[in-house]
């Protein structure tokens, strides 16, 4: 596709609950990375995939949160027993080179409500 | 104390104005400094990149950085109503073969006519 696609854009989860959000980068793009955007503050790092490989998980904020690219494209960040303060925009950004310096797109994000 | 301080605002100006946003950071490492600009319910958009210390121009937009204050502006002249958005400095240091980037907490600016 022409962009970072990410689905669902909205999510309602009751509190326990498990959740499943999606990242399909733009294709042939070989770094992956999510961030957490809390109301009113900045992304925050949360991990990086270079290919199907995560290098990076040091943002990921407990042990709730899993994430995977299994075939180096789609992406999946997983969020188990799903807390309020897990309540944010959930963003995928990609970059065509492993080391690119600058120009990630990042997706619209999912919007994640837990009640 | 957060790596990048950014004031959150919100700003509001007439259109026509000249805008400043500004960022400081801790880090010294940090190499590249971006300006991302984010509208309700979007993903960031890059809008200025530069790498080291220096100025930057495109079009109405300038970037400014001071590595030695630790300091880094965007200057937006003759502000338009379409320029009403989130600004979100970032900055990152290349490690590990890769560039983690880290967020200011984004200025909310309001241009109107």
């Known amino acids: 596709g022409a962009g970072v696609s990410q689905s669902p854009r909205y999510k309602v989860a009751k509190r326990g609950q498990d959740v499943a959000l999606r990242c399909d980068p733009i294709?042939?793009?070989?770094?992956l990375f999510w961030y957490q955007q809390a109301l009113g503050q900045g992304p925050e790092f949360l991990t990086y995939?270079?290919?199907?490989?995560?290098?990076?998980k040091s943002g990921l904020p407990s042990d709730r949160f899993f994430a995977e690219r299994p075939e180096g494209s789609v992406s999946t960040l997983k969020i188990q027993r799903t807390q309020q303060e897990d309540s944010a925009v959930y963003l995928c950004?990609?970059?065509?080179?492993?080391?690119?310096?600058?120009?990630?797109?990042f997706g619209s994000g999912t919007r994640l409500t837990v009640v | 104390q957060k790596e990048v301080e950014q004031d959150p605002g919100p700003l509001s100006v007439p259109e026509g104005a000249i805008v400043s946003l500004n960022c400081t950071y801790s880090?010294?490492?940090?190499?590249?400094f971006m300006w991302y600009r984010q509208y309700s319910r979007k993903g960031p958009e890059l809008l200025m990149y530069?790498?080291?210390?220096g100025n930057k121009e495109d079009g109405r937009f300038t970037a400014q950085v001071d590595k030695s204050s630790k300091y880094i502006s965007l200057f937006i002249r003759d502000s338009q109503p379409s320029d009403s958005a989130t600004y979100l400095c970032?900055?990152?240091?290349?490690?590990?073969?890769?560039?983690?980037?880290?967020f200011g907490a984004g200025t909310r600016l309001a241009v109107h006519p």
């Open positions: 880090n010294s490492a940090f190499q590249y």
């Open positions: 970032a900055m990152s240091e290349f490690s590990g073969g890769y560039n983690k980037l880290i």
């Open positions: 950004a990609s970059s065509p080179e492993r080391g690119q310096t600058y120009g990630y797109t």
């Open positions: 294709s042939g793009h070989v770094s």
């Open positions: 995939f270079q290919n199907e490989a995560q290098l990076d």
């Open positions: 530069t790498y080291s210390s």
